[in-house]
């Protein structure tokens, strides 16, 4: 399935990665890349309230 959304290439280290693929599992998410959305998504709005941190 082609899409017009652009794509970028991250470089991670193995810990943070396992920590992402960790909270991919936990939550049953079915993608790498959609874990990834989820948790900068969160980190957005927590840095926008930090209440919700």
Same mark, same amino acid.
């Given at each position: 399935?082609?899409?017009?959304?652009? !794509? #970028? &290439?991250?470089? &991670?280290? /193995?810990?943070?990665?396992? !920590? #992402? +693929? +960790?909270? !991919?599992? $936990?939550?049953? #998410?079915?993608?790498?890349? $959609?874990?990834?959305? !989820?948790? #900068?998504?969160?980190?957005? /709005?927590?840095?926008?309230?930090? /209440?919700?941190?």
């Amino acid at each position: 399935m082609a899409t017009n959304k652009p !794509r #970028i &290439l991250l470089t &991670l280290d /193995e810990d943070l990665l396992k !920590r #992402i +693929d +960790d909270y !991919r599992f $936990e939550n049953r #998410i079915n993608t790498r890349s $959609e874990a990834m959305r !989820r948790l #900068i998504k969160i980190g957005l /709005e927590a840095k926008q309230d930090p /209440e919700k941190a």
